[in-house]
């Protein structure tokens, strides 16, 4: 029998496989697989269901990662996916694998982040599971959370000439990583992270765009097409155009990019605008939005508009700042090439 390595597809590619025979059973299943959430139907409203897996050693290295940090940074990433369906989360549980080279203060800890985030966005822990584990630490948290119908917006929404909107700065996250490989690598007793702070908090301790999806419906606008930026802003806008069956423009210059994360980029001798593009856990909000909007969105604090949706005939592109149009590559993280 022919083998084919996991790696050949990426993570998409596989669930893309795998669930491409599936049809839904049950009424209730209004969207399975394909977007931030699966949506079902109880009643009036919209019940909204997201899942999220952390392991040890793929995900996040203990080595200079605080367990209540890795709490609530795992409970903030599915919290991220609801917000990026326009809904509101209201219940997660957590499912844990524990090694044995873990105390009970250790698991407190982690635990003590993951209430934190759930206070600070009024969510509740109502269950969950704990089990042995042979290779370190796993954390699986699926969250639920709710919309109405006529609210809910997906991947697939996405219009010839809307325009193209992220919130927040790009690549932020990504080089606070890098900042914490590289202290690690150095083996220094004393880190230098002076100055650096955000980037730092940035990785560690991401939060949820609730305050722009807020924002946006005060200003009366609602997205054509939404997703949380986990993958990179590259790989998530190709989702979309995909999903849409459109193409994309999108402006180097317009790239939303942090001062601190430039300047160590630079540094370290990295492209900053490649960090950006590919970089990934920004967990921003990039959404796509009518042209008519345009003057609604102006007043929007830590908003951005980069680009502009096409025909699907121009494909996906970056324009850079001397008018070059490079195609956009999803070359974010994949997890089965590393």
């Known amino acids: 029998m022919a083998r084919t390595e996991i790696s050949t597809m990426g993570e998409f590619g596989l669930i893309k496989h795998l669930t491409k025979d599936l049809k839904p059973l049950q ?12 949506v079902m139907s109880f009643g009036a409203k919209r019940v909204l269901m997201t899942t999220d897996m952390l392991l040890e050693g793929i995900h996040f290295n203990l080595e200079y990662v605080p367990l209540k940090h890795l709490g609530y940074k795992a409970a903030v990433v599915n919290f991220s996916d609801i917000y990026a369906m326009n809904g509101t989360p209201t219940q997660i549980t957590v499912g844990l694998g524990i090694s044995k080279r873990f105390s009970v203060e250790d698991i407190e800890a982690l635990y003590d982040g993951i209430k934190l985030a759930c206070e600070r966005y009024n969510v509740d822990l109502v269950g969950g599971d704990t089990c042995a584990s042979m290779t370190g630490l796993t954390i699986s948290i699926t969250c639920l959370g709710v919309a109405n119908e006529k609210d809910i917006v997906y991947r697939n929404g996405a219009k010839i000439n809307d325009l193209i909107c992220v919130s927040g700065n790009l690549g932020t996250a990504y080089m606070g990583l890098q900042l914490l490989e590289r202290e690690r690598l150095a083996n220094a007793e004393q880190p230098d992270f002076a ?14 765009r609730r305050d722009i999806l807020e924002s946006l419906r005060k200003a009366g606008v609602k997205p054509t097409a939404m997703m949380d930026v986990s993958d990179g802003l590259s790989s998530e806008l190709l989702h979309i155009c995909s999903q849409s069956n459109v193409g994309c423009c999108i402006y180097e210059d317009k790239l939303p990019i942090d001062y601190e994360a430039a300047a160590l980029a630079e540094e370290m001798n990295l492209n900053i605008v490649t960090c950006a593009l590919n970089g990934g ?18 007043p929007v604090e830590d908003l951005y508009i980069i680009g502009h949706i096409t025909k699907p005939e121009y494909g996906c592109n970056l324009i850079g700042r001397n008018g070059e149009e490079l195609p956009l590559k999803a070359q974010g993280w994949n997890a089965f090439e590393n």
């Open 195 to 208: 100055g650096k702070e955000y980037l730092l908090e940035r990785q560690l301790k991401p939060e949820a």
């Open 281 to 298: 856990e920004d967990y921003e909000l990039l959404f796509t939005c009518s042209l008519d909007d345009y003057e609604k969105l102006i």
């Open 27 to 38: 009424p209730s299943t209004k969207k399975a697989v394909g977007d931030d959430c699966a």
